[in-house]
């Protein structure tokens, strides 16, 4: 098989000959790997099989417009994204920002719609098939990166607080909000399907620790149908395409919910949170799965040798059809050691099905 | 059902405008102020901590409940003033230095507002000086951390030493949370309370107050 063929074919639960390698580092650890084992691309370094193609780029990159909707002023030296969100630093907590929210004060509908919402409807997108085809002529699979698809896009926006008295209130802030985003997902992902990509990876965090973040009522009524719309519609441009779902935490009743929706590989299953063994015996027919070694566990706090047990046991668990792209559940931070990312790669590069 | 027992359903169902309304009959009926705050927005509040304890309802249903509480109380406030209610402790809550999250912190501070106290709420980010500063400034019963991330959780020992440090450990009631503490955790660095969630947090903290 080739790479290209292989994690494919992984995903789709048809076996496969090597087991592929993939996490995320938080700067302090890129900086790292590129002093101690001069990877100066660690995704190249380490071998992943997928990269990611760029988004759509706006016409109008100007986020100066959004400082005016926020009552108390934004902190100095804060950064605004695209959709007017602040992100505030902070000198103790090194790549992570607070997050301000736009539209938090805002108290009728005509307001919320006057907002300057990023317009991707007439976005340049003529960079994403010329990528697409350079990812794939390498041997590798071509990503769209869409996470914070509908939920979390409006919440960061509306401020979760907000958005969930409207939900509550069922009233035409929510409707319209929801609406606003998924039409602009929307319209993102179809550029994706276009273009060409193998997967598109969407997500919005649903989870706490121990229980789902809101009802499946309240789930099903606002965000479950505007997940299938998108879904649906980047399906029937390309059938084939691999749809990834990423939410933190413990989702367990939100699992077929998603499986209905149209989602086929679930990211990224937190081991403190749900035991993989459970759900891959539950929904590991209907779906395959990306992540579970712990980040608030054994990655930071294991020994090389826990965290390679820990992959072998999921791989385990999946089987020779695959199912399973094993993988740290979340961007690793400082305080996981490298000899513990080595581990990670070394186990997924010897593993022999027991 | 008597109209204390009104303010407590619609509070518990986050009805802010039919919460508003029943208070101010309430009031105009003469009933006493202490009582609508006890019998209709303390009971209610209790009795949707019960049920998410119990995961029958979800943080969006806390959140509105609490948004109706403190619809309620913007009213009765003033009331309670004149009448000399004490709070039953003041509580100094906030998540730790370098960490950012703070849902599950504000969702325990609307908890422990709900259950009786008064609630310094210092936001995120918050240093061991500043979190002992501000507990020291409104004589505090309780200091509350939060943390969310494996490496911030390594604060709340900072403020713990802290307070031994300055000889203040014994004055404070050092509760701890989030996602990812546990109650061995809170043993090792010797945090007084540890609890899985809001609702607990605010009854573990009632009775410490007594057993003060
Ligand atoms: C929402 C969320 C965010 C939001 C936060 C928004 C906000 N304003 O708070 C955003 C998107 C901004 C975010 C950012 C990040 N996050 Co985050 N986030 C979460 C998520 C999905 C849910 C947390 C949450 O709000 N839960 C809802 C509330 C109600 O629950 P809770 O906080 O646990 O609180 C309850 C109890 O713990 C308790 N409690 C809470 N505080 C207190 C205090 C006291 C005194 C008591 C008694 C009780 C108590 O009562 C609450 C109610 O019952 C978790 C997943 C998870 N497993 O928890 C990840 C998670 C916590 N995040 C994680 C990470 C890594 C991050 C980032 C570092 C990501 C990044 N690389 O940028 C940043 C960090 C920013 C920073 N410096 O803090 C990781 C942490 C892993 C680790 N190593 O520990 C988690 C576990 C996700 C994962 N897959 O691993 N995150």
């Not at chain 1, 697409?132 to 409006?154: H, N, P, R, Y």
């Not at chain 1, 550029?191 to 099903?220: K, P, R, W």
């Amino acid at each position: 098989m080739t790479n290209r063929e292989n994690l494919l074919s992984l995903l789709r639960r048809q076996g496969y000959e090597h087991v592929p390698v993939e996490f995320v580092l938080c700067p302090h650890l890129q900086e790292l790997c590129k002093e101690k084992l001069g990877a100066e691309d660690y995704e190249e370094y380490f071998g992943f099989p997928w990269r990611r193609v760029d988004d759509l780029k706006l016409a109008d990159q100007d986020v100066e417009k959004f400082r005016k909707f926020y009552e108390r002023p934004l902190a100095e030296g804060a950064d605004i994204d695209l959709w007017g969100v602040g992100h505030e630093k902070s000198p103790n907590s090194m790549h992570m920002t607070y997050m301000r929210h736009p539209m938090e004060d805002m108290e009728t509908l005509e307001e919320v719609m006057e907002y300057p919402f990023p317009d991707f409807a007439h976005a340049d997108g003529s960079h994403q098939p010329e990528q697409v085809k350079k990812i794939k002529e390498q041997d590798l699979v071509a990503l769209g990166d869409m996470q914070m698809t509908i939920w979390e896009c409006a919440w960061y926006m509306r401020s979760m607080e907000e958005l969930f008295c409207d939900m509550g209130d069922e009233n035409e802030i929510a409707e319209f909000l929801f609406d606003k985003v998924t039409e602009l997902s929307l319209i993102r992902a179809k550029a994706y399907a276009n273009a060409g990509v193998d997967v598109l990876f969407l997500g919005d965090d649903i989870g706490m620790q121990h229980t789902i973040m809101m009802s499946e009522e309240l789930y099903c009524r606002w965000i479950k149908p505007r997940l299938k719309k998108i879904i649906d519609e980047v399906k029937r441009i390309n059938p084939e395409i691999i749809i990834f779902y990423h939410s933190c935490g413990f989702i367990e009743p939100m699992i077929p919910h998603l499986i209905e929706a149209g989602v086929d590989v679930l990211n990224p299953i937190q081991s403190e949170c749900m035991d993989f063994g459970e759900i891959y015996q539950k929904y590991g027919d209907k779906i395959s799965f990306h992540g579970t070694i712990g980040t608030q566990t054994v990655m930071p706090k294991g020994t090389p040798e826990e965290v390679k047990e820990a992959v072998w046991k999921n791989l385990d668990i999946a089987g020779e059809k695959g199912g399973l792209f094993v993988a740290p559940t979340h961007m690793l931070e400082p305080e996981v050691p490298l000899e513990n990312i080595l581990a990670y790669v070394e186990a997924c590069r010897t593993y022999r099905r027991s | 059902m008597s109209i204390l027992e009104e303010i407590s359903e619609f509070l518990q169902k986050g009805k802010r405008k039919n919460v508003k309304a029943l208070i101010e009959q309430a009031l105009e009926e003469g009933i006493d102020p202490k009582m609508i705050l006890k019998e209709g927005l303390m009971s209610g509040m209790s009795i949707i901590g019960g049920k998410f304890k119990r995961e029958e309802v979800f943080v969006p249903d806390v959140m509105m409940a609490a948004r109706a509480m403190n619809v309620g109380l913007s009213i009765l406030e003033p009331k309670l003033v004149e009448a000399g209610n004490e709070p039953i402790g003041r509580v100094v809550i906030g998540t730790v230095q370098g960490d950012l999250h703070d849902i599950g912190k504000n969702l325990t501070a609307m908890l422990l507002k709900g259950a009786g106290f008064e609630i310094y709420d210092m936001g995120v980010d918050v240093s061991a000086e500043a979190f002992l500063e501000k507990a020291e400034e409104v004589n505090a019963d309780i200091i509350g951390l939060s943390a969310l991330l494996s490496t911030t959780m390594l604060q709340m020992k900072e403020v713990i030493d802290l307070l031994k440090e300055k000889n203040l450990r014994d004055k404070y009631i050092v509760m701890i949370g989030g996602a990812p503490i546990t109650n061995e955790f809170a043993e090792e660095i010797g945090a007084d309370y540890y609890t899985p969630d809001a609702a607990s947090a605010a009854e573990a903290a009632k009775k410490a107050v007594e057993s003060k």
